[in-house]
């Protein structure tokens, strides 16, 4: 039999997980009931938000017949992958445990953003790549003019390019027979003592760590004793199987193939996604090059809140770590809202998404804070060290230096739309690098930009400034000295940490006053009247009061036409209410994410 591993990639929407269920449906291992049903994405969230968090993998098999008539059956894993920026680290984890991948391309949309960041990765891991045009049935489908775009942008010959519509099944037999002609076979040797990656995990109640892997040497067998090599501990498999796309008992897992173990594992820590699994009894003698660890971007802090307590927090956090090793969290005290946790996340959408498996998953209660980037301090001593927190800046006197992350950005949009776009660059500190066409109405732009300046609100922006057409991606290209100062915030005269940002001088001002506005929409009036201040370096810039109740009660409560973006808040704005008392003040949960609506 004939193994045959890929990932599927692309830009997000461009139909990714619906030819992972068309090819799932061919292979006859779900109905066209399922089919409709959307198999894969099967984490509530997936659904609800129509994306790709996680990337698994499942295995088909499939008769191949050679043009000589021969017939032979091939195993076919792959693993469907998230397209979205903040997933790069879950779709360069799928592609390590591949040596193929489809490059699925929107014959409506073309080449966008994503794509080319994916492409991009697929090749640096060394794939073998099959681009797929899809959504052919659509009439607005331009399949000729994609084709060129693909050559022209990433160098795939256009009549490489196979036409599908993962909707209708149209194509996918000629596309499930490239695979078998074009994609290279695993290259691990049975006869080796076994390496088995491991790329990634899950928590289960009755049996423990499920460990999901790739066996590149050797085997993985029943009853086998094996050795984490990064943790060094023992276990003994009980369990094997493989996803198609139900759990499925084998008795092997063999050189080349995908599938999971079961080892009574109790001790969450004991399994690293990118460790290696070997031979107790015949050890390997190196553990595989395994995963860069993943660059966290953005911060920010959960504080246990309503029933919730801590321990509560820790243990849910520990188990969703497991699932999802891109995130960090460290304990974290503050005056203000006690103990909780400091998280590191690779974007705003992950850290979302977080938040939201927290509180569904593992019915948690909480208050997080506003996000921030990491910055690089510099003293006067000379010493240099990195900061997640604005809190953590050292006095003011003692810094030389504050840098902030840079990254590159890619934006692919229509041409009639790059001067709109060039000014929302240029008024988030924008440094223009170069325009290349692609085809007769698009552009390639790229900028570089402060990743702060990025995090918040730039994606609506940026489809606003380009009526729904533009995309991008960007890449952290390092830490770059700025005219940056810390901004206090002042609630009743108490500072409040977990309300302070890091900001651009020359927007300080206008932050500051923003930040305000949003504060007394959001804190309710109490018995006293309450100042609110912003204040650099113990100068007080902006101020604001929130008026006692009893004086004039119609002027606020029910004020505030103020256009709610982000759908995350909206939906936190339906529940309860989750307050935080600092002083003798309470202060609501949105009022600590203020500052992502007051730039
Ligand atoms: P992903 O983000 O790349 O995983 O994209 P999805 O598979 O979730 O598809 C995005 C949207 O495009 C969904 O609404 C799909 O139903 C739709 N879609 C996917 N493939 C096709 C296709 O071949 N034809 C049509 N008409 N729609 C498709
Ligand atoms: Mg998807």
Known sequence: ????????????????????DRLLMRAGAITEREFQNQILDDMDLERERGITIKASAVTVFHDHTYPDGRTERFMLNFIDTPGHVDFHYEVQKALQA?????????STQGVQAQTVANAYAAVEVGLEIVPVINKIDLPSADPVRVAEEIEQVLG????????????????????????????????????????????????DDYRGVITYVRVIDGELRKGMKIRFMGTNKLYQITDLGKLMPR??????????????????????HDVRVGDTITDAGNPAPAALPGYKPSQQMVYCDFYPSGKTQYDELRDAMDRLSL??????????????????????????????????????????????????????????DGT??????????????????IREPFIEMNLILPGDCVGNLMKLCEDRRGIYKKTEYIGATRVMLQYELPLAEVIYDFYDR????????????????????????????????DKVDALSVI???????????????????????????????????????????????????TAKCYGGDVTRKRKLLEKQKEGKKRMKRVGSVDIPQQAFMAILESG
Do not use: W
Request: hydrophobic share 40%; proline share 5%.
């Open 156 to 203: 795939f010959p256009a009549e490489d390019a196979i036409l599908v519509s993962a909707k209708t099944g149209q194509g996918i037999d000629e596309l499930i027979t490239a695979l078998c002609d074009k994609l290279p076979p695993p290259t691990g040797k049975p006869e080796l003592p076994t390496r088995a990656l491991i790329f990634d995990s899950i928590y």
């Open 503 to 553: 900001v651009h001088r020359d927007h300080a001002e206008k932050r500051g006053r923003g930040l305000l506005v949003r504060l007394k929409e959001e804190i309710d009036r109490h018995l006293f009247e309450i100042p609110l201040q912003a204040a650099i370096g113990g100068k007080i810039i902006a101020r604001e009061t929130i008026k006692s109740v009893g004086k004039n009660v």
């Open 247 to 268: 759990p499925k008992q084998v008795e092997v897992i063999g050189t080349g193939e995908v599938g999971f173990i079961v080892a009574a594992i109790k001790d969450l």
């Open 1 to 20: 039999m004939q193994i045959r591993n890929f990932s599927i990639i692309a830009h997000i929407d461009h139909g990714k997980s619906t030819l992972s």
């Open 323 to 380: 699932n999802d090793s891109s995130f960090s969290f460290e304990p974290e005290s503050n005056d203000a809202l006690g103990f909780g946790f400091r998280c590191g996340f690779l974007g705003l959408l992950h850290m979302e998404i977080i938040q939201e498996r927290l509180e569904r998953e593992f019915n948690i209660e909480m208050i997080q804070t506003a996000p921030t980037v990491t910055y690089e301090i510099k003293k006067t």
């Open 384 to 401: 240099v060290f990195r900061i997640d927190s604005p809190s953590q800046l050292p006095d003011p006197n003692h810094v030389e230096e």
């Open 98 to 106: 591949c040596e193929g991948a489809i490059l699925v391309v929107d």
């Open 462 to 493: 940026l489809k606003s400034a380009t009526k729904g057409y533009g995309t991008m991606d960007f890449d952290l290209i390092g830490f770059r000295s700025g005219n940056l100062v810390k901004l206090d915030i002042l609630v009743n005269g």
